[in-house]
C-alpha cells in the first residue's frame, strides 16, 4: 500500500466529514505500514475526534514514544488524556521533554495545573506564555481567569484589559473582565463591561447577566 497516497484519500474523507471512513482508511494503512507514524498520528487523532479518546491516546503515546520530540503529537496526546479523564497521565506527558517549551506547551501545562488545583505552577505557565507572545489575546484571557481565580482581582484585570485590547471584538473577554471588576469592587465598570458582552454576543445568556 503507497502509504502518502493512502493517506491522501484519508485526508479527502476527513475534509468531508467522514471520520469513521478517515479512520477506517488510516488503520488499514497503519495495517499495512506499521511503522509509519503519519499514520499512527492520524490513526489516535480520529479516534479522538469520532468520540474514543482513550483509544486515540494510545496510539498518540506510541507514536511519541517513537518520536519524543514531536510537539504536535505530544499536545494532541495531552488533549486526548484530558478528554479521557486522565490529567495525571496528561500532567507526565506535558512534562516530559527537556529545555525551553513552546508557549502551546506552556499553555497546556498551565490547563493542567488548574485542573489539578496547582494555581501557583498554572500562574506561572501562563505568565511565561504570555511573555513569549504577548500578541496572544487568548494567554492573556487565560492569565485573567487564572489571577482571579487566584483572589488577584487586580491582577486579573490588567491581564484582561490588555487581552480586550488585543482583541475587543471578543464577548468572553468582556464578560471575564466584568467579573474581575466586579471582585475588584469596581461594579460601575463591571456593569459597563457586561453590557459590552452582552452587546458582542446577545445570545450568550452568561453575558447578558
Not at 499514520?39 to 479516534?47: I, P, S
Not at 529545555?99 to 494555581?119: C, E, F, V, Y
Not at 492573556?140 to 480586550?164: F, M, T
Amino acid at each position: 500500500m503507497n502509504s502518502p497516497a493512502s493517506l491522501a484519500h484519508v485526508a479527502r474523507l476527513h475534509s468531508t466529514g467522514d471520520l469513521i471512513g478517515a479512520r477506517r482508511q488510516a488503520e488499514d494503512v497503519l495495517a499495512a505500514n506499521p511503522n509509519d507514524l503519519n499514520a499512527m498520528r492520524m490513526v489516535g487523532v480520529l479516534y479522538c475526534q469520532t468520540g474514543e479518546p482513550s483509544t486515540g491516546a494510545e496510539f498518540l503515546a506510541e507514536a511519541l514514544r517513537r518520536a519524543p520530540a514531536d510537539e504536535a503529537t505530544r499536545l494532541n496526546l495531552i488533549q486526548a488524556l484530558l478528554d479521557s479523564g486522565d490529567v495525571a497521565e496528561a500532567e507526565r506527558a506535558a512534562s516530559a521533554p527537556g529545555g525551553k517549551a513552546s508557549p502551546q506547551l506552556l499553555k497546556a501545562r498551565a490547563l493542567i495545573a488548574r485542573q489539578l488545583g496547582k494555581t501557583d505552577e498554572a500562574l506561572r505557565h501562563l505568565e511565561q506564555a504570555a511573555k513569549a507572545t504577548p500578541s496572544d489575546y487568548a494567554v492573556w484571557n487565560n492569565l485573567g481567569n487564572a489571577l482571579h481565580e487566584a483572589d488577584q482581582p487586580e491582577r486579573a484585570v490588567e491581564a484582561l484589559e490588555r487581552a480586550r485590547g488585543l482583541n475587543p471584538g471578543a464577548a468572553v473577554v468582556h464578560l471575564n473582565l466584568g467579573r474581575a471588576l466586579a471582585s475588584a469592587d469596581r461594579h460601575e465598570d463591571s456593569l459597563r463591561a457586561f453590557q459590552e458582552a452582552a452587546r458582542r454576543d446577545p445570545e450568550d445568556g452568561m453575558a447578558a447577566l
